[in-house]
């Protein structure tokens, strides 16, 4: 059974979840609690599965109770559920909150973004990976820009327009999105010199993806393993989405599902990105081997550490599924799908790119080889994007 403990200063709130979660009793050990204090004594009587804490309360502030949970209890998963969505509360608790939902949330949302918790945990039961997910202090939050966009869009009357203007504000992420449109990736039939008209052309999910994944790309500016840069991990990320975009329009998959394909090949990496901000080129975890015998994690766990955090971030199931799977495809049951799409994408871009020299260059599996549906389209796979990569616009910043 999982444990999860509210905290929130107004009872009211309390009292409002308890009524929400009534049907969550048979699977959710719960307990309501008043202020920071009172929480980390309940942690200290009986640890936690999940936290959720407000922002604001008297004595001790959300973040101040986060730090210590953090500290005490790395294998928590910490939620803000705060009535605060601006920017700088966000920024707040930004390497101490795994996911922050604003106020009012819809009951649905919430018991959802728990329940992810432990459906993370079931696809992905590592000790080390949740030890190491608690403890991370440096990717563990949606950007800024891509909160206020998702913030946009839940509203009613919400137009394309409204996100351009949020976009707009970031000088940086809107020259990299006027370079990403007019680039041969989308082949737009002229120039688009607005951001309006960039939104309009690319759609509101590819946008939102380039917004989260240029956020992750250039918020740090760690080197990586096989000494690349992030500028290098950005450009292949690009190009990666771009192929599995083609490769799902040849398959004539749905547009929805082109737009999935597109955003999976887009963060198939993120995982690299927060391992080495975390730990740093020189450190041995970070080297692409095998996981090591003393329970650290190791580049070679980017798959996984990837999909746990955008499970965290509120990601679909499938898109979790083909991050975390992406190297390794034939452990999933449908041969032919989002999965193997990203995986044979990331080989196609790789292939030809020089800085992916051998032994780094991300290979077919056997497995996935071996699958009769693999073979049939690998001709024509290999057809629709021959390489080399395609120029891809760089993320400045």
């Known amino acids: 059974m999982q444990r999860i403990l509210f905290v929130d200063d107004e009872s009211i709130v309390l009292d409002a979840i308890r009524r929400t979660t009534r049907s969550m009793r048979a699977e959710w050990a719960m307990e309501f609690v008043t202020s920071g204090p009172l929480a980390l004594e309940a942690l200290a009587r009986e640890s936690a599965d999940v936290v959720v804490a407000d922002m604001r309360m008297p004595g001790m502030e959300g973040p101040e109770l986060l730090l210590e949970v953090k500290r005490l209890y790395p294998q928590a998963v910490r939620l803000v559920l705060s009535g605060y969505a601006d920017p700088a509360s966000i920024m707040a608790v930004a390497g101490l909150a795994h996911q922050y939902m604003a106020k009012p949330c819809e009951p649905a949302a919430l018991t959802s973004a728990i329940l992810r918790t432990k459906a993370l945990k079931a696809l992905l039961h590592n000790q080390r990976l949740e030890r190491w997910v608690g403890g991370v202090d440096a990717l563990p939050s949606l950007p800024v820009l891509y909160q206020e966009v998702v913030t946009c869009l839940r509203r009613p009357n919400a137009a394309l327009a409204d996100i351009g203007q949020i976009i707009g504000k970031d000088v940086t992420m809107t020259a990299t999105m006027l370079k990403f449109v007019n680039s041969a990736f989308f082949g737009a039939p002229r120039a688009i010199q607005t951001i309006d008209r960039a939104v309009a052309f690319l759609g509101v999910d590819t ?191």
């Open 207 to 397: 946008i939102t993806g380039l917004v989260l994944a240029h956020g992750i790309f250039k918020g740090t500016g760690t080197p990586i393993a096989y000494k690349l840069s992030l500028e290098h991990l950005w450009r292949h990320s690009l190009a990666t989405a771009a192929c599995a975009r083609a490769l799902a329009v040849y398959e004539r998959w749905a547009t929805t599902q082109v737009d999935e394909a597109f955003l999976a090949a887009l963060l198939h990496d993120v995982g690299r990105v927060a391992l080495a901000t975390r730990f740093g080129v020189s450190a041995p975890a970070v080297g692409d081997t095998d996981s090591s015998d003393d329970g650290s994690l190791s580049m070679a766990d980017h798959a996984e550490v990837g999909a746990y955090l955008l499970g965290l971030w509120g990601f679909s199931d499938s898109i979790v599924e083909a991050i975390a799977f992406h190297n390794a495809p034939s452990r999933v049951s449908e041969s032919v799908g989002l999965t193997a799409v990203v995986h044979a994408a990331d080989f196609l871009v790789s292939r030809s790119d020089p800085a992916h020299a051998e032994p780094e260059r991300p290979m077919l599996e056997e497995g996935f080889l071996d699958l009769p549906e693999v073979s049939a389209r690998l001709k024509g796979w290999m057809a629709v994007w021959p390489g080399p990569s395609v120029e891809a616009p760089a993320a400045k910043g």
